[in-house]
């Protein structure tokens, strides 16, 4: 069966995407287009294949359909700019098969003006052919939240910001077959400053609740009763809670290397969170001291190295950073997570406890980084000769906590 639609890019992107076309009864092409991240189970991937989705190595076979979306990973650089070396690859390879009347989506993060000034080219120099006229182009926001069984792609609105109007109504008739509403921006540009605004507000208030937490804690006030609180107002307020740091995909982006205006407000926004895994290293040299321990030598097991609940995803995780400041104060690190089988910092194997009572009974410190259903936290919190819960997720008084 020819299929209709080619999801360029099988990441945490991309899947979900491929995921929704076909229980939308679209036959599907998955093309990768580098070490990706995303992945399914068997039985996921079974149902897949059965409702219409095919994988393929062949770049040909893009040429055969009728919508493209460009879903590669733009992982942040140094200078904490979005790495378009996926997109560019995806856009070359489509470009030479391109045939006219193709919708060209992208939904990768990118900058404001990416789809016009940067994709565009890429795309009419391999083909020949001349986006608005000859072949439509758009952006849409991803709008992805890995975990999420409530808001699903189907139930999701999605934003459209096409080159020309044609171009908005034609990427607005391939995403009406998946979800509820399609919402119609000005252009490219506006739909790509969705993204920003979103990824963003994310950052900005996770490092409101972070520098609340901090400053709580130096009070002697529960941050998280605070929070329990303020979340009954039904208005003016969405709760957002603390943690060790700040991880995921979508990153927080100011602008300052793209069009030489800073947003101030997301550069602190940064600065704070990227604090966090420092202060929770503060915090657990504080309590080792307390009890007569030093930081140095402390066996000390952490709890979930992933960036969200229930996920194998560690993408920005701050398990990292805290891991390898606590080697270099000379502690003893082990980790335990139901969802990582192994795992690595800076390439330096970090030991696996098998049985997680017995770890958190003989390590002199256990920090609860991520809140896994199946942690029993009342147990644990009898086990651990000391246990710091940057989560908020132990019953009050059952831990320290952040």
Same mark, same amino acid.
């Given at each position: 069966?020819?299929?209709? =639609?080619? @999801? ?112 565009? !080219? /890429? ?22 939240? !890995?975990? %999420? ?46 993204? =920003?605004?979103? %990824? %963003? $507000? ?6 409101? @609740?972070?520098?609340?937490?901090? /400053? ?51 550069? /602190?926004?940064?600065?704070? %969170? ?60 082990? $980790? ?20 997680? $009572? ?45």
């Amino acid at each position: 069966m020819p299929a209709d =639609l080619a @999801v360029i890019g099988l990441g945490h992107l991309g899947l979900p995407l491929a995921q929704a076309a076909v229980a939308a009864g679209i036959p599907t092409l998955g093309y990768k287009t580098g070490p990706e991240g995303g992945s399914l189970t068997p039985a996921e991937l079974r149902r897949m294949l059965s409702g219409g989705f095919r994988p393929t190595t062949n770049p040909a076979e893009l040429g055969r359909v009728r919508t493209a979306v460009i879903c590669a990973p733009t992982p942040p650089v140094p200078d904490g700019t979005p790495d378009l070396g996926q997109v560019a690859s995806a856009a070359r390879t489509l470009a030479e098969r391109l045939r006219p009347h193709t919708t060209v989506i992208l939904e990768s993060p990118v900058h404001p003006g990416t789809t016009e000034d940067f994709l565009r !080219p /890429l795309l009419e120099e391999g083909s020949g052919l001349r986006a608005g006229r000859d072949f439509h182009l758009a952006y849409s926001p991803s709008r992805v939240d !890995p975990g %999420n069984r409530d808001f699903t792609p189907a139930n999701t609105p999605k934003v459209i910001g096409g080159l020309t109007p044609a171009c908005t109504e034609s990427a607005a008739a391939f995403y009406g077959r998946l979800t509820d509403k399609v919402v119609r921006a000005r252009g490219p540009r506006e739909a790509e400053t969705v993204q =920003l605004l979103e %990824n %963003n $507000y994310r950052h900005v208030n996770i490092a409101l @609740v972070n520098e609340m937490a901090v /400053l709580c804690h130096d009070l002697g006030v529960d941050v998280w009763d605070v929070i329990r609180c303020a979340e009954t107002k039904p208005f003016g307020f969405q709760a957002f809670r603390p943690g060790p740091g700040v991880g995921g995909h979508g990153i927080a982006q100011d602008l300052a290397g793209h069009s030489g205006r800073t947003l101030r407000m997301v550069e /602190l926004a940064q600065q704070v %969170n990227s604090h966090m895994p420092r202060y929770v290293i503060q915090r657990a040299a504080t309590l080792l001291n307390e009890h007569g321990k030093s930081a140095r030598a402390a066996r000390v097991l952490l709890l979930g190295v992933t960036y969200k609940p229930d996920l194998a995803d560690q993408q920005g995780t701050p398990a990292h950073e805290i891991a390898l400041r606590l080697m270099e104060l000379g502690a003893t690190v082990s $980790y335990h997570d139901p969802h990582i089988p192994a795992w690595n910092v800076l390439g330096r194997p970090v030991p696996r406890a098998d049985s997680l $009572y017995e770890a958190a009974a003989d390590a002199d410190l256990t920090i609860l980084l991520q809140q896994h259903r199946t942690y029993d936290l009342q147990g644990l919190s009898v086990k651990a000769q000391l246990l710091l819960d940057t989560r908020g997720a132990t019953p009050t008084g059952a831990a320290h906590r952040l």
